[in-house]
């Protein structure tokens, strides 16, 4: 069974500073491994997603993510904050399962950014 | 292009009235989704539909029925709220090809609070 694994229900960062969101992942194949975000009072939106072309994926809005195997991770960074970036992040694994595509979600991180 | 179009925004149940969430997209997605968000929990799926005509369980199905009443249009149904389904509804879509995974495309989600 796939899962994903995120660390920490809540990340306080400065403007201006590094954002790092982590997540890991568990799958008995490769994954495919997306990162989503939600804004208040709104649905989740595509920040970007892994799906084996290559390790360093980026995303809109400044966002990347690192795919490493030997980690079994897929962590979500952004070089320097803004306050537009306070949402909530979640990690999702997805497969196949049953002729569908089965998305598995993570937890979610909220991001707080401050002045 | 609307996307994903959820309505009502927002609903407010008795415990033991019924209510249906409607959702439809105009993606030519073949594939459509329930979600309820938990604060915490991050989303569970509770009915999907691979493509039209076909409905199945995901994670949470009890107390829910579903309709897929075309390509465009997949609803939701409390037959009986409960206090327990209060949360947040999320309607997804998505194309599936082949081994080909896409994103989620998400509305904007259904507030609901049994009381």
């Known amino acids: 069974a796939q899962s994903v694994t995120q660390l920490g229900s809540h990340v306080s960062v400065s403007e201006g500073a590094l954002v790092l969101l982590r997540c890991n992942y568990s799958?008995?194949?490769?994954?495919?491994l997306f990162w989503y975000v939600q804004y208040p009072n709104q649905g989740l939106q595509l920040l970007l997603k892994?799906?084996?072309?290559?390790?360093l994926v980026k995303g809109i809005n400044g966002f990347e993510a690192e795919f490493k195997k030997s980690e079994t991770s897929f962590h979500l960074t952004k070089p320097s904050a803004h306050m537009s970036d306070a949402a909530e992040y979640f990690c999702?694994?997805?497969?196949?399962?049953?002729?569908?595509?089965?998305?598995?979600f993570g937890t979610g991180t909220k991001l707080q950014v401050i002045p | 292009n609307a996307g994903v179009t959820q309505t009502p925004k927002f609903q407010v149940l008795k415990t033991g009235q019924s209510m249906t969430l409607q959702c439809a997209q105009d993606?030519?997605?073949?594939?459509m989704y329930w979600y309820r968000q938990d604060p915490g929990m991050g989303l569970r799926l509770i009915y999907y539909?691979?493509?039209?005509?076909?409905?199945d369980k995901g994670e949470v199905p009890n107390g829910y029925n579903v309709s897929r009443l075309n390509k465009r249009e997949f609803s939701l149904r409390l037959e009986s709220a409960a206090p327990s389904q209060t949360s947040v509804y999320f309607c997804?879509?998505?194309?599936?090809?082949?081994?080909?995974?896409?994103?989620?495309?998400f509305g904007n989600g259904t507030r609901l609070t049994v009381t």
């Open positions: 997804a879509s998505s194309v599936t090809e082949g081994t080909d995974f896409s994103p989620l495309h």
């Open positions: 799958s008995s194949v490769p994954p495919y």
């Open positions: 892994y799906t084996s072309a290559a390790t």
């Open positions: 999702a694994v997805i497969g196949y399962s049953g002729g569908y595509q089965k998305v598995t």
């Open positions: 993606m030519n997605h073949n594939s």
């Open positions: 539909s691979a493509s039209e005509g076909t409905t």
